[in-house]
């Protein structure tokens, strides 16, 4: 099996390494990602200059890796177009470094660089970790460091397992999942649920200064706490269960339910079991 990695924090981020280290366990990888941090891009694409690629000495022996100077989509693009064409079964995006949850997940670079992989006929998984963020994101908060290494081990096993059901009993049609850990120690994760995304997770609001001379805005991302229906994305993590959510745009593209229960079921007995 031959798995693309990309992801939006950055080609150096711990968490792409966490991820591509599990997955090389038993897949053949290639890292393709940003040159640097390009969260809450999307799914932008740089069309109007030129994109150059680097080779990258991978920090996971046995990984190839190439870094872009362009967004996670272009990464995307570019791999499945042309560093390795026609040799890609499966497109991983992650693993982010904090939650991609509910309707935000339209504005995510992680989930935007997954969906490219889709919209190009490719089975995709977005992968997201849960960061230390008490009191929502603010302006500035290094999301490097909210998140820690055990939670980083522990969404990319996840992810690894999940991937592995995948590999072992292929979907119907293309799928695309994205998977979110809820904010516990491994041990104390409850289940695996398969989810919808919560309407209206996070609400950006203005804030504005003035600095000297000249006035300034920071656009500013504050959770909405208590909003999350039963079955949402952030309903399961926040009562200790990892998320599967399929997303799909075409209903002939809806994966059958029962094909979506075998990748829950077992999944956090097997997880605990090492
Ligand atoms: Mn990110």
Not at 13 to 36: I, N
Request: with cysteine; net charge negative; aromatic share 4%.
């Amino acid at each position: 099996m031959q798995i693309l990695v990309t992801n939006d924090d950055g080609i150096h981020a711990r968490g792409l390494w966490a991820l591509a280290g599990e997955l090389k366990k038993f897949a053949d990888v290639t890292v393709v990602a940003p040159d640097g941090e390009r969260s809450a891009i999307g799914t932008a694409v740089t069309l109007r200059y030129p994109l150059k690629v680097r080779p990258v000495k991978p920090p996971v022996s046995g990984v190839a890796a190439s870094s872009v100077d362009g967004t996670p989509s272009d990464s995307v693009i570019l791999a499945l177009g042309k560093l390795m064409a026609g040799k890609v079964d499966l497109v991983v995006s992650g693993i982010n470094h904090g939650p991609n949850l509910g309707e935000d997940v339209h504005i995510s670079g992680t989930v935007g660089a997954a969906l490219q992989g889709y919209l190009r006929g490719f089975s995709a998984v977005a992968v997201s970790a849960p960061a230390e963020m008490p009191h929502g994101l603010r302006p500035g908060d290094d999301m490097q460091h909210n998140v820690t290494d055990e939670a980083l081990e522990a969404t990319a096993r996840t992810a690894a397992l999940v991937i592995k059901r995948l590999a072992e009993n292929p979907p119907p049609r293309r799928i695309l999942l994205n998977i979110n850990l809820p904010p516990l120690p491994l041990m104390e994760i409850t289940g695996a649920k398969i989810t919808r995304l919560a309407q209206g997770s996070h609400i950006n609001t203005v804030e504005e200064g003035n600095h000297g001379r000249r006035r300034y805005y920071w656009l500013e991302r504050e959770r909405l706490d208590g909003t999350a229906g039963d079955g949402t994305d952030i309903w399961a993590v926040t009562h200790g269960d990892i998320s599967i959510t399929p997303l799909y745009f075409n209903r002939d593209d809806k994966p059958p339910q029962a094909f979506l229960d075998g990748l829950c079921a077992g999944l956090i007995e097997e997880l605990q079991r090492r």
